[in-house]
């Protein structure tokens, strides 16, 4: 056993660390997190200090004993896990976990941090250790117990007043609300018609095109031609005028590179660029960072990938600018090098943007290496760090005036003199309009130029987009909700709660999801608030620069927070699902209301159950009113075998149907098309007979022909054979791709089976069928 026992969270980490320490150290990962608060309502004590109770993961048991014993026999113990706030955190865990154990006595137990999992990086921090920050910890436990008794309070008032099974969170429901409410933007956007005026001309072989900028010594805004009869009044005024060039404007203009990526910006790019989810994205950082085995050994390929900084250390600068100078002409490399400022306000400056460990290390020289969707990342890393450190590129602008008439039209072009940068790297942007990269020909003032052709374009204002999860990335950024690390589970969140639904890479939220934002917006509306939630985010900062005592804001948060969940568990639950229409249903005049059933929201009459009107959200009345008028088709000389009611072909979730006209008196149910009868009868009730069926999901089945009757059903198809060992009166036949046919006893507790055919003889029969067939 070595003299050194060193923690970190992952095994692949844990792997690569050991190359790098050598034999003088064990080495043991936690897999994550060792502890989480016990999942049941008291385990954050809100009258004793917000004292929390927490337990042993289950799933991690067996990793932390595997700890506990190493921690016995070693002399140093070295906590290593993630340098961030929750990594603390775990630390702080196994700390607490050692001491109760009674596994630290008499030794060294130290915390150690490094960004980057390189061997003189972790020979560096081994050698300087530090204690674990308390100030990091009480803002990870804050956090925790915050999320805790959102929880714990908010969902089970959800599961009373919409549905069993929601869930509500501090920063997934602000998350939701913005989803939300942009949707509610673009159903309530009315388009606005606008006109565009242009002229085609020429010089040489160079055709351009310009827009009108002026008419009648005016400047034109975007509505200023709002219909097609302003656009023909204009054009009739220039029909037939001459055109001139009345100015030329030519500017230099630059373009600064990006700065290297914060866990936030390289989720926005690798969802734009490489079509990669936040929840993929920082799934392959990870590995990335934790190491990757190449040819001459195992290695980091990235520093940490949660960060909010934009600085680079000195000597990853000094390399890069190395490189630069090596790979590139003189003028892409700056004088100085190319500093950065943090747009996050609460930024951990010791903390360094995420970069390539090495820029000698090429995306092409450890491609072999790498997966695919590693390679994708990495090279993205690579190139845009590398970018953020060369020259601005150089741009060639021009602005030509055309006078026509009484109108100023206006031509612009844009001409490359100078990559620097772009040589490399250009970020991408969300739903940006195109730049006008036109080339134009060489022109003086005063000369006369051609008229190719005159023309507007009608166009219509469009509605602001709906968020990718780039730009909900953005947004969550911009206003301060969560912290980088936090964005993709918030979304996974989301889309797993089936409150959003992501449709052509557009995220629009579903029925149950426009229903729980109502609620809380509505009855929650300070705790969904983007400032508020920012605010939080702030103070939860605080306690971990050791600004702010973690209680006191424990205390605040809770005493307006519980006050006001029970105020509201007096609300009935159709005032949260029901929503009122200014509408009278037109079988009993009484209103109508949108509500939300298991299948999502539709309209319904308050006069239920007595007025059974429903309809469709997007079915006007004049549409149900039809399609109530359509006459049932009628399944001649049968009646309903339980009232004697007229049967009639229906439609439901899963298709057509035949039931009796009498429902909701009476509930019976039977397939359109007839089931396949085996002729086996039934074991259990001994008068049907057993028939092949299709459940909802396309499986086949064989159920008693007698069923409501009789319940019984089997899923493997019947023989009228009885079972040798226990005598039930059915047996199976059950094909595996192991066993081969079987005839098997249906009973569980029988276990009969016995071979038909073998898995050999099973292929060969299914493969003289693909022939024949």
Known sequence: MADNLLIVESPSKAKTLKKYLGKDFEILASYGHVRGLVRKDGSVD???????????????????????????????VYLATDPDREGE???????????????????????????????GAVKAAVANPRDVDSHLVNAQQARSALDYLVGFNLSPLLWRKVRSGLSAGRVQSPALRLICERENEIRAFTAQEFWTLHLDSHKGKTAFSSRLNEWRGKKLDQFDVPNESSHAEILAALQGKPASVANIEKKRKSRNPAAPFTTSTMQQEAVRKLGMTTDKTMRTAQQLYEGIALGDGTVGLITYMRTDSVALANEALGE??????????????????????????????????????????????????????????????????????????????????????????RATGQVLVFAGFLAVYEEDVDDAEDEDNAKLPALEVGEALPTDKLYGEQHFTQPPPRFSEASLVKALEEFGIGRPSTYASIIKTLKDREYVNLDKKRFTPTDTGEVVNKFLTEHFSQYVDYQFTSKLEDKLDEISNGERDWVPVMEEFWTGFSQQVEEKKALKRSEVTHEALDEACPKCQKQLTVRLGKRGRFIGCTGYPECDYTRDMNETAEQKAEADAEMPQVIEGRLCPLDEGQLVVKAGRYGKFIGC???????????????????????????????????????????????????????????????PKCQWPVLTLKTTKRKGLEKVCPQKECGYAEQVLTPEQVAAQADAADAEA
Not at 375 to 387: C, G, S
């Open 46 to 76: 809100v009258d004793h200090g917000f004292a929390m109770k927490y337990q042993v993961i289950p799933k991690n048991a067996k990793h932390v004993d595997a700890i506990i014993s190493a921690a016995k026999l070693a002399q140093n």
């Open 89 to 119: 955190a775990i630390s702080w865990h196994l700390l607490e976990i050692l001491h109760g154990k009674k596994a630290l006595d008499n030794k060294l137990v130290k915390r150690v941090v490094f960004h980057e999992i390189t061997e």
């Open 320 to 409: 890069i600018r190395d490189y630069i100078g090596q790979h590139f002409d003189a003028e892409s490399l700056p004088a100085n090098p190319v500093m950065f400022k943090n747009k996050s306000k609460n930024a951990q400056e010791a903390h360094e943007a995420i970069r390539p460990t090495s820029i000698f290390r090429t995306p092409e020289s450890v491609k072999a290496y790498l997966s695919g969707e590693q390679f994708k990342l990495y090279e993205m890393i690579w190139k845009r760090t590398l970018a953020c450190q060369m020259a601005p590129a150089r741009f060639d602008t021009t602005s030509v005036d055309i006078a026509m008439g009484e109108g100023v039209f």
């Open 661 to 723: 006209a009498n429902y909701p008196k009476c509930k019976h149910i039977e397939p359109l098309e007839k089931p396949k009868d085996t002729g086996v009868t039934c074991p259990s009730c001994k008068l049907g007979t057993l028939s092949e069926r299709k459940s909802r999901y396309g499986k086949l089945f064989y159920s008693c022909n007698t069923y409501p009757k009789c319940t019984y059903a089997t899923w493997n198809p019947p023989i009228n054979e009885t079972c």
